[in-house]
């Protein structure tokens, strides 16, 4: 099976790269194409036998499955362009959450997924959520979920919920490296404490926070009642934690407002067409 990459940015390039990692795919396998051809260059310099194609074109003419990793509004461009040379056999994943199955569907007559990655899909963990258009068989179903298989842990979901899914898997470490980022910095700045160090207890507190979740026995409340002993100094701490109080509710309201508006964006781009 040949896979075809359009965008080799930042999560283009890490979904290759992953896929590479764990044998889910071989070199000679991948075709992939970027604006910014030095991108693909790169990558076929470090991974001898992935092709580096001249444009999409070529990379859709040549694959069975291919993975759209552009930004919303480039798809128009994108997909005007790769449209004569689809056909009804291929399969097309998108990465990007704004834009719609539905409006794909429309624009290109082959089967769509749409399958939202993270960042934490490169070291071959945590979860990547995926949709599934009205054209894909249970054969396409499975051959996208054995392929991330390799790398997450996939859930299906429906679309509706694309927006939180991709707050929680996506945008997630993001989130939640700012906060230890002022957890240190606090360290930092009210005890003395080198940044070397409390970077290096941090991350080893995470990783092993991160295994007690996994491997149990303990889920997160149960995590909070271990530690927070009665009169404690852990509970010190967390009467000032509760003063975040509605933050993360903020940040879902952020994140949903953004996406209405490119929701709208994409939409305006695909169908009005004087634009």
């Keep these: 099976m040949k896979v075809g990459f359009i965008g080799t940015g930042n999560m283009g390039s890490i979904l290759v790269e992953a896929f590479l990692a764990v044998n889910a795919l071989r070199p000679d396998q991948i075709i992939a194409s970027n604006r910014t051809r030095e991108k693909v260059l790169a990558l076929q310099e470090r991974y001898p036998g992935l092709t580096a194609a001249e444009d999409n074109v070529h990379t859709v003419q040549d694959s069975e499955l291919i993975f759209l990793c552009v930004k919303p509004l480039e798809f128009k461009r994108v997909i005007d362009n790769i449209h004569p040379f689809l056909h009804a056999n291929q399969l097309v994943i998108s990465i990007t959450s704004p834009v719609l199955i539905e409006d794909l569907e429309k624009q290109l007559p082959c089967k769509i997924a749409k399958v939202i990655p993270s960042i934490t899909n490169s070291v071959a963990a945590g979860a990547s959520i995926m949709m599934f258009g009205s054209r894909c068989q ?138």
């Design 138 to 275: 249970e054969k396409d179903r499975k051959l996208i979920r054995d392929l991330f298989s390799q790398i997450s842990r996939p859930l299906e979901i429906q679309e509706s919920k694309t927006r939180v899914s991709s707050d929680i898997v996506s945008c997630g470490p993001a989130f939640m490296s700012y906060l230890l980022q002022q957890f240190i910095e606090a360290a930092v700045e009210e005890t003395g404490i080198s940044r070397e160090e409390a970077t290096f207890l941090t991350s080893e507190m995470v990783i092993g926070l991160a295994a007690l979740i996994s491997r149990g026995p303990y889920d997160l409340p149960t995590l909070q009642q271990k530690v927070c002993v009665p009169g404690g100094i852990t509970g010190a701490g967390i009467l000032a934690l509760e003063q975040i109080g509605d933050t993360f509710n903020h940040v879902f309201k952020n994140t949903h407002r953004k996406y209405d508006e490119d929701l709208k964006e994409v939409s305006y781009m695909f169908y009005e067409p004087d634009h």
